[in-house]
């Protein structure tokens, strides 16, 4: 009897699943198809992607933080599989074959969870992590690698942290540190977190001694990326972040202009969110700090917000904004749903389900609320160059002046510039 209602929901939550995937997938495959290219997307192509060589790629002095290594890679495979040039599309379809592993992932996270409906919904109903499903950029990649990186830590700390799941799980973290750098935080906190666990264990010294030819090879991959990161992002390079002007090194402005905002752009609203949601990480360390240790999602959770805010403050950088907290989205939604159910189980509420339900419901109404299939929150006027060109186009004429100068500071007109070269051997640029 007892094995037939478990069936009976695993069955229910696997159609769950497969329909929230759907129709996630289809909005994320028409924006992909329809909306124009990026101004991060059209210097990726044209600067890394359709000019590519190794040497370029690994030669990180002439690099920019634009460069997500694994997104570059994929695209160029892509691309030339295709044979089809400047097609904004093509360009983005590594990241939407990316999306059905990251459905994937959070499917096996999540299934033998007690909390599992929560928590798949907090993993893919977020739009602002989806639209970048549909971009041609790093993030989602990243985010992919992330969640898979989780099942195998999950995994690992089921298994009394055996050897085979943490060298997975730190596969996977690196994998993801090379699709967008920021993914170090990521595979640092559960580093960290290993650590403090094989210390406790009083068993680091044994570990060490039998994984060194394995420990070797991670650690070259893990110290380039980390050098790559940090040349990227040097004070003479262009990077997107934020810093203390913002009021970022508070931490509720840090929650407020990142994850909050990923759903509610009200700024009054993001505030009192941000300040409740500080006072439930407080809360929930002071009422459950004997339990840190033995969750290890709890843990992460608590070094990553640390290796967020800290490392800006120290080494005077700017702290990662918006889409360049991406990647860590799995992270945030389990530690976040671990605490969750601590507190479920500690104030003994027998009718759980109804505020499980309530906050899902709400995820599922900010996501709807939040679809454009047109524009691109990040970049939001990008479109426009599309429309301009391709009107020029239909009209056999060059941009005017006033068109060229209004948009010459998109990297877009060069990529739907040389695109038309391309195909139709026109130059819509009018002469200087």
């Given at each position: 009897?007892?094995?037939?209602?478990?069936?009976?929901?695993?069955?229910?939550?696997?159609?769950?699943?497969?329909?929230?995937?759907?129709?996630?997938?289809?909005?994320?495959?028409?924006?992909?198809?329809?909306?124009?290219?990026?101004?991060?997307?059209?210097?990726?192509?044209?600067?890394?992607?359709?000019?590519?060589?190794?040497?370029?790629?690994?030669?990180?002095?002439?690099?920019?933080?634009?460069?997500?290594?694994?997104?570059?890679?994929?695209?160029?495979?892509?691309?030339?599989?295709?044979?089809?040039?400047?097609?904004?599309?093509?360009?983005?379809?590594?990241?939407?074959?990316?999306?059905?592993?990251?459905?994937?992932?959070?499917?096996?996270?999540?299934?033998?969870?007690?909390?599992?409906?929560?928590?798949?919904?907090?993993?893919?109903?977020?739009?602002?992590?989806?639209?970048?499903?549909?971009?041609?950029?790093?993030?989602?990649?990243?985010?992919?690698?992330?969640?898979?990186?989780?099942?195998?830590?999950?995994?690992?700390?089921?298994?009394?942290?055996?050897?085979?799941?943490?060298?997975?799980?730190?596969?996977?973290?690196?994998?993801?540190?090379y699709s967008n750098t920021i993914s170090i935080l990521a595979l640092g906190s559960i580093c960290l977190m290993y650590l403090i666990q094989l210390?406790?264990?009083?068993?680091?010294?044994?570990?060490?001694?039998?994984?060194?030819?394995?420990?070797?090879?991670?650690?070259?991959?893990?110290?380039?990326?980390?050098?790559?990161?940090?040349?990227?992002?040097?004070?003479?390079?262009?990077?997107?972040?934020?810093?203390?002007?913002?009021?970022?090194?508070?931490?509720?402005?840090?929650?407020?202009?990142?994850?909050?905002?990923?759903f509610v752009e009200n700024e009054t609203i993001n505030i009192v969110v941000s300040v409740l949601i500080l006072a439930y990480i407080i809360l929930?360390?002071?009422?459950?700090?004997?339990?840190?240790?033995?969750?290890?999602?709890?843990?992460?959770?608590?070094?990553?917000?640390?290796?967020?805010?800290?490392?800006?403050?120290?080494?005077?950088?700017?702290?990662?904004?918006?889409?360049?907290?991406?990647?860590?989205?799995?992270?945030?939604?389990?530690?976040?749903?671990?605490?969750?159910?601590?507190?479920?189980?500690?104030?003994?509420?027998?009718?759980?389900?109804?505020?499980?339900?309530?906050?899902?419901?709400?995820?599922?109404?900010?996501?709807?609320?939040?679809?454009?299939?047109?524009?691109?929150?990040?970049?939001?006027?990008?479109?426009?160059?599309?429309?301009?060109?391709?009107?020029?186009?239909?009209?056999?004429?060059?941009?005017?002046?006033?068109?060229?100068?209004?948009?010459?500071?998109?990297?877009?007109?060069?990529?739907?510039?040389?695109?038309?070269?391309?195909?139709?051997?026109?130059?819509?640029?009018?002469?200087?």
């Amino acid at each position: 009897m007892q094995e037939n209602i478990k069936s009976k929901n695993i069955n229910n939550f696997l159609i769950y699943v497969i329909g929230l995937s759907i129709v996630i997938f289809v909005i994320v495959l028409v924006r992909a198809a329809t909306s124009a290219i990026t101004w991060d997307e059209a210097y990726t192509y044209i600067a890394y992607v359709k000019n590519f060589s190794i040497q370029q790629l690994i030669d990180i002095s002439s690099n920019l933080a634009n460069n997500h290594i694994m997104n570059t890679i994929m695209i160029v495979v892509a691309d030339r599989l295709s044979g089809i040039s400047f097609n904004e599309f093509i360009i983005r379809l590594p990241n939407i074959i990316m999306l059905i592993f990251y459905f994937l992932g959070s499917y096996m996270f999540s299934k033998d969870e007690k909390h599992k409906y929560l928590l798949f919904t907090g993993l893919v109903l977020n739009y602002y992590v989806m639209e970048f499903f549909g971009l041609a950029r790093g993030y989602g990649i990243a985010c992919s690698f992330i969640i898979w990186m989780c099942y195998f830590v999950k995994k690992a700390s089921k298994n009394n942290y055996d050897t085979k799941n943490i060298f997975i799980s730190v596969i996977f973290g690196l994998l993801a540190c090379y699709s967008n750098t920021i993914s170090i935080l990521a595979l640092g906190s559960i580093c960290l977190m290993y650590l403090i666990q094989l210390i406790c264990k009083k068993e680091l010294v044994k570990f060490i001694k039998s994984n060194i030819i394995k420990i070797i090879p991670i650690s070259i991959l893990l110290i380039y990326i980390v050098i790559f990161h940090f040349i990227v992002t040097g004070s003479d390079k262009p990077v997107f972040g934020g810093t203390g002007e913002a009021k970022g090194l508070t931490i509720i402005g840090f929650l407020e202009k990142n994850f909050v905002w990923m759903f509610v752009e009200n700024e009054t609203i993001n505030i009192v969110v941000s300040v409740l949601i500080l006072a439930y990480i407080i809360l929930s360390v002071i009422f459950f700090r004997k339990k840190i240790i033995e969750r290890p999602f709890f843990s992460i959770f608590l070094i990553l917000i640390l290796t967020l805010i800290l490392p800006s403050i120290i080494l005077q950088k700017p702290y990662p904004i918006e889409r360049c907290l991406i990647p860590l989205w799995p992270l945030v939604v389990i530690g976040m749903i671990d605490m969750y159910s601590l507190w479920i189980e500690k104030i003994n509420i027998k009718n759980s389900k109804i505020i499980t339900g309530t906050i899902i419901c709400l995820l599922i109404v900010m996501f709807f609320m939040r679809i454009n299939i047109k524009e691109t929150r990040t970049w939001k006027n990008n479109y426009q160059v599309r429309d301009v060109v391709y009107n020029a186009l239909a009209e056999k004429r060059t941009l005017t002046q006033e068109e060229y100068e209004k948009n010459k500071g998109y990297f877009g007109l060069e990529f739907y510039r040389q695109k038309i070269l391309e195909k139709y051997n026109v130059d819509i640029i009018p002469k200087q």
